[in-house]
């Protein structure tokens, strides 16, 4: 799963993601309404890697995600799999990248059916019909969420976790070859969060998918991610493997918090420990 694979058309050849990075961004800056939010930011990540970009509220994590994923204006360079951001087509963009926003509009009195199966729309000609390729895309993905018996349900009356692991099938579905997900499990139980990520995971393996995320919940972050980059007030100010980006003093001096770092099987877990008087 998905029966979507990753895509192999357009302007970006599945061949082409061996030999260069999936996502390449140099120099980005980002203002918003006049605020300059990223300053300068430079991330690779290359073909097939799961990298997890962690920070405090307001670091700019969203603002990145959706910069790499074209839908913001912004100065630097972005290249996806070798191809310039703003030389791809929406249609092609949409069969190279899916995303996972952080709160993604749900569209009033849609099923939860419909809105997975508009991740096939790069996929169905303008004004066709889908295909039974694409329907069975759609069903595959909610059955590996674990979201069989939600077909018919208005998306709206969805609890938030339910809702979370729509908004991811849909973008499986999309069967692109790079996902940004943000926060992808801010709102799940931890059966859930787990049995999401190792599916993602999987994919990323059977698939060859390349998996840029933001996630607040450190020590799960570093279970999954190759390496992790940690931003700040618009900036990367650590990048390395887990073991390297998750220390008490980077947590200290970019968090305020206090914690213990402890190993553990799959990387450092990340322990808040009360400050002390
Ligand atoms: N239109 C805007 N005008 C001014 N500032 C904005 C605008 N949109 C976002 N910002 C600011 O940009 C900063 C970065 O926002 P962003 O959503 O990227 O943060 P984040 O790292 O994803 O935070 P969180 O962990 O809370 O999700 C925030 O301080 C936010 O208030
Ligand atoms: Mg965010």
Do not use: C
């Amino acid at each position: 799963m998905p029966a979507a694979r990753p895509a192999d058309g357009g302007a970006v050849r599945s061949s082409d993601a061996a030999a260069v990075a999936a996502v390449e961004v140099r120099d980005l800056h980002v203002r918003l309404d006049g605020t300059p939010i990223l300053a300068g930011v430079d991330l690779t990540v290359a073909a097939g890697e799961w990298v997890t970009v962690i920070g405090p509220n307001g670091a700019g994590k969203s603002t990145l995600l959706r910069a790499v994923g074209g839908l913001l204006p912004a100065s630097g360079a972005v290249s996806l799999f070798g191809t310039p951001s703003e030389a791809l087509r929406r249609r092609d963009r949409a069969r190279v990248v899916a995303t996972v926003a952080q709160s993604p509009v749900v569209p009033a009195g849609m099923s939860v059916f419909d809105y997975v199966l508009l991740g096939r729309t790069p996929y169905i000609a303008p004004l066709g019909r889908e295909s039974t390729a694409d329907l069975a895309a759609a069903h595959e993905v909610l059955d590996g969420l674990d979201l069989a018996g939600f077909h018919d349900r208005e998306l709206a009356t969805l609890s938030g976790g339910e809702r979370q692991r729509v908004f991811l099938a849909r973008a499986l579905a999309q069967g692109a070859t790079l996902l940004l997900l943000d926060e992808p499990i801010s709102a799940l139980d931890i059966g859930h969060q787990q049995e999401v990520l190792e599916l993602v995971d999987r994919l990323r393996r059977e698939h060859g998918l390349t998996v840029l995320a933001t996630m607040h919940d450190l020590s799960i972050a570093g279970e999954y991610a190759d390496r992790m980059v940690l931003l700040a007030e618009g900036r990367v100010v650590a990048a390395g493997t887990p073991r390297e980006v998750l220390t008490e003093q980077l947590l200290a001096t970019w968090y305020r918090a206090t914690v213990r770092v402890v190993d553990g099987d799959h990387g450092p877990l990340v322990v808040p420990i009360r400050p002390r008087r």
